[in-house]
């Protein structure tokens, strides 16, 4: 296979693209070398030396503590336990949560083989050994890899004397309750509150 | 901006890729970077490296002249038009035509400001200076775009001794009836042909 076949192969398999798609962004980068290619690779040679797993939470940053761990200001008492790092940035691009993190690196799941020996619960550990963590919010998914990985993070918490939390279930904002599951609507009905009147 | 966040910009904006799936695949990479991430970039690298443009026929490839108009075999009486590599590669695919290639690098589009300055007409007419082409072939797009291309590439082709033919135009295989737009099944009633008997 030569350096075109190889190219074309390795970007088919990448994830989201296919054989149509990988073909289309080969020609795409092949086409303008000076302007598009040479520059990716140049972009991916850089993030390949310089981005790196924090060694405290799981993270993927260009630092080590990443900026989150070794930012001052970020509330020690609060952990946020994710299962991978797109939860991670998904729960920082809502400019609420200023505590820490945890990745667990993967859900509990028996189809995929997931055990409890795939989960970073010696980080998890070495957390709670600190003994500076007050509140740990479990921000999994609503599924059942998601709930079963929450039961057993909270079993593993139930040594230490601390807050445990999840994400609320309900209505999403923008939602409407013709498309919703019965699941949640079933919730959200379940976990009712009283109308806050703005004054 | 840092090397994560260049990363990440940069795969978003590749075609078929957007924030979404350029996170993902920066994700991908960066979790598995002695598995995944590091042969991408050789493999990228090895290819900005290696493969051209054909200087004859537009196409590209690891060899300069391309293989196709290299090989020893491939008939020099035919010549088929294609707009862009990638229609190139699908005739390819259908290991049918024995003859060489010219790619336009575009199609003409008033729309896109496409005018035939941006067709490698000058290849197109050294081809042609060579003397050996009987039949030129108009593989372009069945569209305004291609149609008007391909009528402007047979008055140019007028004042050579040449026969120019375009792909034949109807049902697709496999296509139902009902599915089709009125102007292919038109053209596909309008060039019917006697039924082959298959003895």
Chains 1, 2 share one sequence.
Not at 16 to 45: C, D, H, M, T, W
Not at 122 to 131: E, I, K, V
Request: proline share 5%; net charge negative.
């Amino acid at each position: 296979m030569d350096a075109l076949e190889t190219m074309i192969k390795t970007l088919s398999r990448l994830p989201g693209l296919g054989p149509r798609s990988g073909r289309r962004l080969a020609l795409y980068l092949l086409g303008e070398k000076e302007k598009n290619f040479g520059p990716l690779v140049q972009i991916l040679q850089e993030a390949l030396d310089k981005v790196e797993t924090c060694p405290e939470c799981g993270n993927v940053d260009v630092q080590s503590p990443c900026k989150i761990c070794s930012h001052p200001q970020r509330v020690q008492s609060e952990l946020c336990v994710v299962a991978d790092v797109s939860d991670l940035w998904a729960m920082e691009r809502t400019h609420m949560y200023k505590g820490r993190y945890l990745v667990l690196g993967g859900l509990l799941s028996a189809l995929d083989g997931k055990t409890p020996e795939d989960l970073n619960l010696s980080g998890l550990r070495q957390y709670m050994a600190g003994g500076q963590v007050k509140e740990v919010i479990l921000a999994l998914n609503a599924t059942v890899e998601g709930q079963t990985t929450a039961h057993f993070i909270a079993e593993e918490l139930s040594r230490y004397d601390v807050k445990i939390s999840t994400l609320a279930h309900g209505v999403p904002v923008g939602g409407e309750l013709d498309y919703l599951d019965e699941g949640t609507l079933q919730t959200a009905l379940h976990r009712r509150r009283p109308l806050e009147l703005v004054a």
